[in-house]
């Protein structure tokens, strides 16, 4: 029972890093840049989701509805203001220092206007573990048994949503096969009459707005602050290049490998070392095989 608990901590976990990744994934396939700046995002996405529904007193999912529009119009923002400038320059890594840039911009900013402590964030279904297989009690409750935390399972069953609903939404619709062809050809997508930088706009847009919602899910199993999203941004981008940058599938695998593993080391071997195995499967594969486990290797025509 412990074990299955782990597992599906672990998988709850990994599925927040799943959905930055995909963010990252996202943009990487129409624009070939990275938004560095995404684990910031899933910052304000918890940041925001905190003010309106603990301080204000929001319904919950009205006050996703706004984390996402926060995240959409954020997204935007960030496109042009940070990268098409560097992109328009030609600057090689002129993006990556913007993004970066522009997410120690958001985090001070919610340092310096919101706060610099830590805040529990309820959740919506409730704190308390749901309880199976344990032993009845005189006053109804469950004891024992496998306890699941309902944010956990709110968490896989939304980040899978989401994830399906961006895959269907790329098979099934004309707007989504154009964002295929733009990743595909960028040229070949521009000849068929694809305008390729509302297309750019749109995949940065959905990927801060992914971000966003992470950071909502996430709050109620750590702690709301200014510096949350850090570590599990670094820790999403690694996920990205164990599964492939390039496959939406690779990515969450990415994730899932990564918050199992953390998982269970924690519990079997020292929480100070549950990073380790991540780690050296992200060095292994950097050296032997650098496009991940789903990735494509790159092939560059002279």
Do not use: C
């Amino acid at each position: 029972m412990q074990t299955l608990q782990l597992l599906i901590s672990g998988v709850a976990q990994g599925m927040i890093y799943a959905l930055v990744a995909f963010g990252y994934n996202i943009t990487f396939a129409t624009s070939k840049t990275l938004n560095f700046s995404l684990g910031n995002f899933l910052m304000l996405g918890g940041v925001v989701g905190f003010i309106l529904y603990m301080t204000h007193n929001w319904p919950f999912f009205a006050a996703l509805a706004a984390v996402v529009l926060v995240g959409m119009v954020g997204g935007a923002v960030l496109l042009k203001v940070a990268v098409e400038p560097s992109l328009n320059q030609r600057s090689a890594y002129g993006w990556i220092l913007a993004t970066l840039a522009v997410g120690i911009v958001l985090r001070n900013a919610a340092e310096v206007f919101w706060s610099t402590d830590d805040f529990k964030f309820r959740s919506p279904l409730g704190d308390s573990p749901w309880r199976f297989f344990g032993e009845p009690q005189p006053d109804g409750s469950m004891s024992g048994g496998l306890g699941v935390y309902p944010q956990e399972v709110l968490i896989i069953f939304v980040s899978l949503a989401i994830v399906a609903a961006v895959e269907l939404f790329k098979r099934r619709t004309v707007f989504g096969k154009a964002v295929v062809a733009v990743s595909e050809d960028k040229d070949t997508a521009s000849l068929m009459g694809i305008d390729q930088k509302f297309v750019i706009l749109f995949s940065f847009m959905l990927s801060t707005a992914i971000a966003t919602v992470g950071g909502v899910l996430v709050a109620p199993i750590t702690l709301v602050s200014a510096t949350m999203g850090t570590v599990l941004g670094v820790k999403a981008y690694s996920a990205s290049i164990i599964g492939g940058l390039e496959s939406g599938f690779g990515v969450v695998v990415g994730g899932l490998f990564l918050g199992v593993s953390e998982s269970l080391t924690a519990r079997f071997v020292s929480t100070g070392y549950k990073d380790v195995p991540g780690f050296v499967v992200l060095v292994l594969l950097l050296l032997f095989k650098p496009s991940g486990l789903f990735g494509r290797a790159a092939i560059r025509k002279v």
